[in-house]
């Protein structure tokens, strides 16, 4: 096994890369481990969600961290999933740097004492929707995905977006939990099997050596516990050497993410300029002082008309 300097994911947040190979093997297994405890912690921390929907929103951020870190982009992937019951909106984006932000959108009764899920209760908390990702580039371009939610948790529905959309042999397992002193842990594990391509980009098939080694990934990946995925105790480069050392795993550098909201006085005035005056007239105060709180950070911008 190859490794690079140890990277205590228990005290950063971010995602940890890694691969898999044999001798003569034909294809790639790629991985990749995220633990995003302070980032959920922090963004948590600034909305009063009731424990089932900050559950959510943690494995929602922890998935969203996990799946940018396969694409190569220049702009933000986003994960939002809209439903018709008591969450409307759930929503994190990351961005090429690793800036993450997350919310939730709660409707006023929300019911609190519902319990937390083991995992999460999508299902339950969103009823009849869709989940999308969507990498948008600007002016180079924009990718969007979505899956409708069928499943009793994000990371079944996740799984069945890879199905169904991506054709991409795919394991993931979330995970999400208090840490007992306000916190949260809050880990992604996803594991990829990556097909050969020849001469003009025509797709190899799988050998049978590969699809061994794909269900041996699998085998060995099914035996990591919820508890076990987020444990602050276990590093995520011991957790991937406890689970793949019999496959030659590699693990790549550390990718550091950050809770970094993007809002700015530049970006709200951008906005309001696309309001009819009257509608902004409407939205002032008496001293004539529109004030605009972020949904992400709960930061409040004040504009004078």
Not at 13 to 36: C, H, I, N, Q, Y
Not at 121 to 150: C, H, K, S, W
Not at 228 to 242: I, K
């Amino acid at each position: 096994m190859t490794t690079q300097p140890s990277s205590d994911l228990s005290q950063l947040s971010g995602v940890l890369p890694f691969m898999m190979d044999s001798t003569e093997r034909k294809a790639l297994l790629r991985g990749r481990l995220a633990r995003v405890d302070a980032v959920a912690t922090s963004i948590l921390a600034r909305h009063d969600y009731p424990p089932a929907v900050a559950e959510l929103s943690a494995e929602s951020i922890a998935l969203a961290a996990c799946l940018s870190s396969t694409m190569d982009f220049d702009g933000v992937f986003t994960l939002q999933a809209k439903g018709d019951r008591d969450v409307g909106t759930l929503f994190a984006d990351v961005t090429s740097e690793g800036a993450v932000r997350a919310y939730a959108q709660i409707a006023d009764d929300f019911d609190a004492a519902t319990p937390l899920g083991d995992p999460a209760p999508l299902m339950t908390l969103m009823g009849t929707g869709y989940l999308a990702f969507t990498v948008d580039q600007g002016e180079n371009g924009r990718y969007q995905g979505i899956v409708p939610i069928e499943d009793p948790d994000l990371n079944a529905v996740a799984m069945r977006y890879f199905y169904n959309s991506e054709q991409l042999d795919t394991a993931l397992l979330l995970a999400a939990r208090p840490d007992g002193q306000g916190g949260w842990q809050a880990a992604s594990l996803m594991l990829q099997r990556i097909p050969e391509t020849g001469g003009n980009n025509v797709t190899k098939p799988f050998s049978d050596e590969d699809d061994d080694l794909w269900h041996t990934a699998c085998t060995l990946m099914a035996t990591c516990t919820r508890d076990e995925l987020v444990d602050a105790t276990l590093s995520g480069e011991d957790l991937l050497h406890r689970l793949f050392h019999e496959l030659d795993v590699s693990i790549l550098p550390f990718r550091p993410m950050v809770d970094q909201c993007r809002c700015s006085p530049e970006r709200v005035e951008r906005m309001l300029a696309s309001l009819p005056d009257d509608e902004k007239r409407d939205l002032a105060d008496d001293d004539q002082i529109i004030t605009v709180s972020c949904e992400f950070c709960k930061k409040d911008h004040k504009i004078k008309l």
